[in-house]
């Protein structure tokens, strides 16, 4: 028996140099429909995957920007305020002292100091000296200013529409009140980026580059807005920019990345239409190989666990290709169940196996199991009982036992007519079986919605009977199940005498494994375990 040495990866690479060739099959409509689609989404995933990572750090590079801008402005105002402050401890002392005689070191305050346009003195409530116009009487609301410290004012008598920014030192008979233009302060909010918008805030009034005094921060619409507060003196800095922004940040300050995305986008479409053209191109392949008779049954033999002698068989498919030779069935059966090219694979199989069956009849144990595996795509119609019942029908009452082995690849579903058709199965005489017991996610739940036969476990179980291990307990509890639910139980994947040994303890019935023989053809199948001759009786199975 000579097996493919590339088997299902170089028949990939053997199929893009014969998709011209004769006998070609061609992908189905519904693969042509989805592949741009797929082919589509694949190109953009990158996109969409990478546009929230980079507005992410497009905000977060503008909310940067944002904070470097309001720590800038707070420290230009704070210095503007530690000068007010600084000229007002020099003439604290003048507070209480004659008009006339404070005013010329009042005048001499504000040319020492830069920013400061005026100094004023107070006393009980009352503004009683002007560096700008001497003598005066005006009343001073101390409650006015924020802590106590800090006023913005929509302007006064010198600037009436200039708004102006008064600093105010407390003494204890009185306060200096410090002018300073707003204009200075104007001037450090005109330096922040363009496309921000930035005020100062004071008390419940906020100003911007204009100069317009109002009772809220004026963000833009749909703005990102942060505040900052000054440590020193009791003002805050807005800074706020719109979601635009945001976009126009992407565009034109992250054009690389967009580069990288469209890049990744084009790579990632190519590989995906790659993948649907290879799959598609398998998928051909495969239908061509079904109509071409190229998938053929191979048998396992299933003995008696304690005798040893042949009960039956598994029918195991190979599909022996003209090229590639033969290609094991876990390199085709995941993507024969998904195109659904399973169910037509079986069938042809049940009728060669039919065939094969018949021609050695007489030589055949009494009560011959065998057993073919199905699988969801199998149970959306009621074909499969037409095809069991086809399948028996040449045959001899009792000389033959039909095995349907349900994988658990994928569920079979649960539907009225699933309940039907496994019910005329079993009054059909038909056995079902589950395979891989204990590996799946339904196997429990079809014990209860079917009329199970037997377990078959798992060869992963087997491989630790005897040992010390958990497996080795799953196993133990399994036997038991089917005892318990009048089961019968064949164990898969037998290699050593010692495991042997270990189930005939535990008293299951049937054994398949490397140990009685492995799948093969039926001829050799027939020269190694059946004999020359039989009469057919004797039937040595408890079912």
Request: with cysteine.
């Amino acid at each position: 028996m000579v097996t493919g040495k590339r088997g299902w990866k170089g028949l990939k690479k053997g199929l893009a140099k014969r998709r011209q060739g004769a006998g070609w099959a061609m992908p189905s409509r519904e693969g042509k429909a989805r592949g741009p689609l797929v082919v589509l989404l694949f190109g953009i995933l990158p996109l969409l995957l990478g546009l929230p990572f980079l507005i992410l750090q497009a905000r977060q590079s503008l909310d940067d920007e944002a904070a470097a801008i309001q720590e800038f402005v707070v420290e230009r105002i704070d210095a503007i305020l530690g000068h007010a402050s600084n000229a007002a401890v020099e003439v604290a002392g003048l507070v209480g002292s004659p008009c006339p005689s404070a005013g010329f070191d009042l005048r001499r305050g504000v040319t020492a100091h830069p920013f400061v346009r005026s100094l004023n003195l107070t006393e009980n409530g009352r503004i009683y000296c002007s560096s700008l116009e001497g003598t005066v009487d005006y009343a001073e609301d101390s409650a006015a200013y924020a802590d106590g410290r800090l006023q913005l004012m929509f302007g006064n008598l010198v600037t009436p529409n200039r708004a102006l920014l008064v600093y105010r030192h407390a003494t204890a008979s009185g306060s200096v009140l410090v002018g300073i233009d707003g204009q200075h302060v104007f001037d450090v909010l005109s330096l922040g980026a363009e496309a921000f918008r930035v005020e100062i805030g004071i008390g419940q009034n906020w100003v911007g580059k204009e100069g317009t005094v109002t009772d809220a921060f004026s963000e833009p619409g749909n703005a990102i807005a942060s505040l900052a507060p000054s440590a020193a003196y009791p003002f805050t800095v807005g800074v706020a920019y719109s979601h635009g922004l945001v976009w126009r940040h992407l565009v034109f300050n992250y054009w690389p990345s967009w580069l990288l995305l469209a890049l990744l986008g084009l790579l990632s479409g190519y590989a995906a239409r790659r993948f649907l053209s290879q799959r598609n191109s398998l998928t051909a392949e495969l239908r061509r190989a079904v109509d071409a008779g190229e998938f053929v049954p191979f048998y396992q033999p299933v003995v008696l666990g304690e005798s040893g002698e042949l009960a039956g068989a598994e029918v195991l498919v190979r599909w022996m290709h003209p090229i590639e030779g033969i290609i094991p069935p876990n390199q085709f059966i995941p993507l024969a169940e998904s195109s659904g090219l399973i169910v037509k694979m079986t069938y042809q199989l049940m009728d060669r196996v039919q065939a094969e069956l018949l021609g050695q009849l007489p030589s055949l144990p009494g009560r011959f199991h065998i057993g073919f595996n199905i699988s969801a795509a199998h149970c959306t119609s009621m074909e499969l009982l037409d095809r069991c019942r086809a399948f028996l029908k040449p045959f001899p009452p009792e000389s033959v036992v039909l095995f349907l082995e349900l994988t658990e690849r994928e569920a079979i579903p649960a539907t009225p007519m699933t309940d039907e058709l496994f019910r005329q199965l079993d009054e059909m005489g038909v056995q079902v079986a589950l395979d891989d017991f204990g590996t799946g996610n339904s196997s429990l739940e079809y014990l209860q919605r079917f009329t199970v036969n037997a377990l078959k476990i798992d060869q992963s179980f087997v491989a630790k009977a005897g040992t010390e291990t958990l497996s080795s307990h799953i196993l133990d509890i399994i036997v038991d199940l089917a005892s318990r639910l009048e089961l019968f139980v064949v164990a898969e994947g037998v290699e050593t005498a010692m495991q042997r040994e270990y189930l005939n303890k535990l008293g299951v019935e049937y054994m398949q494994g490397y140990l009685f023989g492995r799948p093969v053809p039926f001829t050799e199948f027939a020269a190694t375990h059946l004999p020359p001759a039989s009469n057919g009786a004797g039937d040595r199975t408890p079912i």
